[in-house]
């Protein structure tokens, strides 16, 4: 008995040891990459700092400059908020139409899932800069190109105030709906296919069955594809940093691009990560309450 | 009747292809615009739709971005970063996951909970601090003990890769697919006298495949889009990576007639995640719902 009991502690003390060493290499980049930055960044966004100069604690200052005084984050908070919502749900619902498209037998579904998702894989950066030339007001520009055709006459894209943004808008949505169609596509294959047979005996049509059957239980995948969806717009920066510079008169500026800015070019690193926490905060909380929200609704 | 109802379905057919089609086309024409236009001479950028097919084809753009603008360096120095970020990522995450997912030790609920945690953390927030800490990292690039005095690993390889060497989302994903194996197998070879790593490399990680494959992809594409840290971690010409280099490229480019120049140095930039994505197409469609949908 006593044996027995010695040798399973010595076993168990060498899979603790050996759990450390693996782990080791994980846990020496993530304190250093990811557990202290965050830290330095709740303190130095108390503080006034640039690279050659001390830092200087503040307080609330740099909030109190942002809220109050900082017309321009207002505006990237504002901008930002309106290319949120106006890329999200166009392309969940696109995604969820497209998906639900593809999803049948079809003559070449392959190919065709394939160009849907295609843009998706291509870096933005590379994608913002094909974008900006379908944009270009010239005449042979090929957006201006296909509004002719409906007798529209050319419009400067990128370079009114009017326009810029939701042109932008129009990019993004383009080049998530493939990411989303995927996610959905994998929903809808989960959904068994005798629920719709049984609904079909019950007489339901193409609408209810769509209501009743497909949506809820597509629940989980659309807050997976909205939180993700989220996330990755609050921080847009590559698309107006390519398409605009932040321009015209600041209608396309967004958070992650004045952070930048204020960080990198104006080196205020203080304030910088005053702006970078304000955003962890906002994402944060709208994932909790997208998280909260739809699983009440689920019960 | 009846053959009016066959016709009828024959036509909503029909039609649904069409739609499918334009849809297809409008997804796809930014492409096919961008190939188009890098083939062509300066002087010919500003044709319309009808020129898609571009009838004098040149390759000078290519050889201008390629070898003018630099862009073979930075295509080396973007393969490096990702690849070698990558690798890292799979090695440490996939032997995290495993240690998660199948041993016991002091600390393993909390330890996990704090790498879930900083997965909610979004990369812009790090990238002041990760910056400093490059910069006096002690010992390297000319800084003394407590990193002053010199860059740091500011515009090194090392810089550009450390801090993304391991991934939460990596640890997560691997957890996530090592605990559904079965725990037999660990036993058994415990029993034949395997050490803890054997039994993780050989018998444990080649089962694994499916979502190293998928961390892979994400990875590298990941990698490959990353604009914000190599543009303020690299200094140099030397080491600025594809896109980096592209977005100062496109910046310094103020006439339509350098356009074509600009596809082509689009179009060097997308090939690669185009051609990954061609060849492991499978594993992009498991491995997006491998990433959490299921359980």
Redesign the interface.
């Known amino acids: 008995m006593f044996k027995k009991g010695r040798s399973w502690t010595s076993l168990?003390k060498r899979?603790?040891r050996?759990?450390?060493i693996?782990?080791s290499?994980?846990?020496v980049?993530?304190t250093?990459?990811?557990?202290?930055?965050?830290g330095?960044?709740f303190y130095?966004s108390f503080t006034e700092y640039s690279?050659l100069m001390p830092s200087k604690w503040i307080g609330l200052e740099n909030y109190k400059y942002l809220f109050l005084k900082d017309t321009v984050f207002i505006q990237s908070v504002i901008n930002t908020s309106y290319y949120v919502a106006g890329t999200i749900f166009p392309t969940i619902l696109l995604g969820l139409l497209?998906a639900m498209?593809v999803n049948r037998p079809?003559r070449g579904k392959?190919?065709?899932?394939?160009?849907?998702?295609?843009?998706y894989?291509?870096?933005?950066?590379?994608?913002a800069?094909?974008?900006r030339?379908?944009y270009?007001p010239?005449?042979?520009g090929?957006i201006n190109?296909?509004i002719s055709w409906f007798g529209i006459k050319p419009i400067n894209w990128l370079g009114t105030i009017r326009w810029a943004l939701p042109s932008i808008m129009v990019m993004s949505i383009?080049r998530n709906v493939?990411?989303s169609m995927?996610?959905f596509?994998?929903?809808l294959q989960g959904i068994p296919e005798r629920y719709y047979e049984a609904a079909k005996i019950d007489g339901a049509n193409r609408v209810q069955q769509f209501w009743h059957i497909t949506l809820p239980l597509l629940k989980?995948?659309i807050l997976?594809v909205l939180v993700l969806a989220t996330?990755g717009a609050?921080?847009v920066?590559?698309e107006p940093?390519?398409m605009t510079e932040g321009g015209p008169a600041l209608s396309t500026i967004t958070i992650?691009y004045w952070?930048?800015l204020m960080?990198?070019r104006s080196l205020r690193?203080g304030r910088?990560?005053a702006i970078?926490?304000i955003?962890?905060m906002m994402?944060?909380i709208l994932?909790i309450f997208y998280l909260k929200v739809l699983k009440f609704k689920e019960e | 009747m009846n053959f009016n109802k066959k016709l009828y379905f024959k036509v909503l057919g029909l039609c649904f292809y069409v739609f499918l089609g334009v849809l297809v086309f409008f997804m796809i024409i930014p492409f096919l615009w961008m190939i188009s236009v890098s083939l062509k001479s300066s002087g010919h950028v500003t044709q319309t739709l009808s020129a898609l097919i571009p009838r004098n084809i040149t390759f000078k753009p290519y050889v201008d971005a390629w070898v003018g603008a630099h862009f073979s360096r930075y295509f080396l120095n973007t393969v490096i970063f990702t690849v070698g970020s990558t690798m890292f990522t799979l090695f440490f995450c996939a032997l995290g996951g495993y240690t998660f997912a199948r041993l016991r030790f002091p600390g393993r609920n909390a330890l996990f909970l704090l790498i879930l945690f900083s997965m909610m953390i979004p990369d812009s927030a790090r990238l002041i601090p990760q910056f400093l800490i490059v910069k006096f990292f002690p010992l390297a690039g000319g800084n003394n003990l407590l990193g002053k005095g010199g860059i740091g690993l500011i515009d090194t390889y090392a810089g550009l890769i450390l801090p993304f060497a391991v991934t939460g989302f990596g640890v997560f994903l691997c957890r996530q697919f090592f605990v559904r194996l079965p725990e037999e197998l660990r036993a058994a070879a415990k029993i034949d006298g395997c050490s803890e790593f054997r039994i993780f490399y050989q018998i444990m990680l080649p089962l694994a495949k499916p979502a190293i494959i998928a961390l892979a992809i994400f990875t590298f594409t990941f990698r490959w889009n990353k604009l914000l840290w190599p543009l303020v971690v690299t200094q140099s010409k030397g080491m600025r990576v594809l896109a980096v280099g592209l977005a100062i490229f496109q910046g310094e480019q103020r006439t339509l007639e350098s356009w074509n120049t600009m596809m082509a140095a689009a179009t060097i930039v997308v090939i690669p995640m185009v051609l990954v994505f061609l060849l492991l197409q499978k594993h992009f469609t498991k491995g997006t719902s491998l990433s959490g949908l299921k359980e």
Do not use: D
């Not at chain 1, 250093?32 to 965050?38: D, E, G, K, T």
């Not at chain 1, 894989?121 to 994608?127: L, S």
């Open positions: 168990s899979e603790s050996n759990a450390y693996f782990l290499p994980i846990l980049l993530y250093l990459f990811a557990l202290i930055p965050i330095m960044l130095l690279v497209f498209l079809l392959g190919i065709i899932r394939s160009c849907i998702y295609l843009p894989v291509t870096p933005v950066i590379a994608a800069l094909v974008w030339f379908l270009e010239f005449e042979g090929f190109y296909l383009w493939g990411f995927v996610l596509l994998a929903g989980p995948v997976f996330i609050f921080q920066f590559q940093y390519i992650v952070f930048y960080s990198f690193f910088g990560s970078s926490l955003l962890a994402i944060f994932s």
